[in-house]
């Protein structure tokens, strides 16, 4: 069955360090991918997507994401973190043929000044 | 553009009561239409999704119902509603099976 999982719950960073927020899918095909963010209170906003091509894609907010077939994985980046992306992260993958997205668990981030 | 409207934001109801969310994306034709819920410090699970007028799917069985009257408006209902019914719902429409979906802000449901 397709799958996606985020196997960090809660992350800790400090302002300016850089961020890596692990996501790793399991698909018979290659899937398209998603990652989006969740204030508290709020609904999700895409931040990037991967449906082939290139496997480093650009998002909003400095975000990116880089898509690894051998590892299964789907990881989100960003250089220097911002107290405001203080947030939840979704990681989600869409199956060829199938019409809704499976998510992950969701990792939220926490940022100290 | 197109924008996605849902309410109400926050609901409290009591157990038995009710229920209607409501959803409608401005903008589009014919949008693929989801309704996720939420559980606190759960993911998302996907509850219905509609591809056209009248054509629901459920994912899951529940106390919950889906429907949609009109081509942008997407219904999510209860006749009567279970504690375990709480929980932040949300919908989204995408353009079409293999595209990403955008997300309305959400309604919190209290059952109480």
């Known amino acids: 069955a397709q799958s996606v999982t985020q196997p960090d719950i809660h992350i800790t960073v400090s302002e300016g360090a850089s961020l890596e927020l692990r996501c790793n899918y399991s698909?018979?095909?290659?899937?398209?991918l998603f990652w989006y963010v969740q204030s508290p209170g709020q609904g999700l906003q895409l931040l990037l997507k991967?449906?082939?091509?290139?496997?480093l894609v650009q998002g909003i907010k400095g975000f990116e994401a880089e898509f690894k077939r051998s590892q299964s994985s789907f990881n989100l980046r960003k250089p220097s973190v911002h107290w405001s992306d203080a947030a939840e992260y979704f990681c989600?993958?869409?199956?060829?043929?199938?019409?809704?997205?499976?998510f992950g668990a969701g990792t939220r981030l926490a940022v100290h000044p | 553009s197109q924008t996605i409207h849902q309410w109400p934001a926050t609901l409290v109801q009591p157990v038995g009561s009710p229920l209607s969310l409501e959803c409608t994306v401005e903008?589009?034709?014919?949008?693929?239409l989801y309704w996720y819920r939420q559980a606190a410090g759960r993911g998302l699970q996907l509850l219905f999704y509609s591809v056209g007028i009248g054509q629901i799917s459920s994912e899951v069985p529940q106390n919950l119902s889906a429907s949609r009257p009109q081509d942008r408006q997407f219904i999510l209902s209860s006749k009567k509603l279970l504690l375990s019914d709480s929980g932040f719902y949300l919908c989204a429409w995408s353009r079409d099976v293999n595209t990403e979906a955008f997300f309305g802000q959400g309604t919190r449901l209290t059952v109480v």
């Open positions: 991967y449906f082939s091509g290139d496997t």
């Open positions: 989600a993958g869409l199956s060829g043929g199938y019409n809704k997205l499976i």
């Open positions: 698909y018979g095909a290659t899937p398209y």
């Open positions: 903008g589009t034709s014919n949008p693929n």
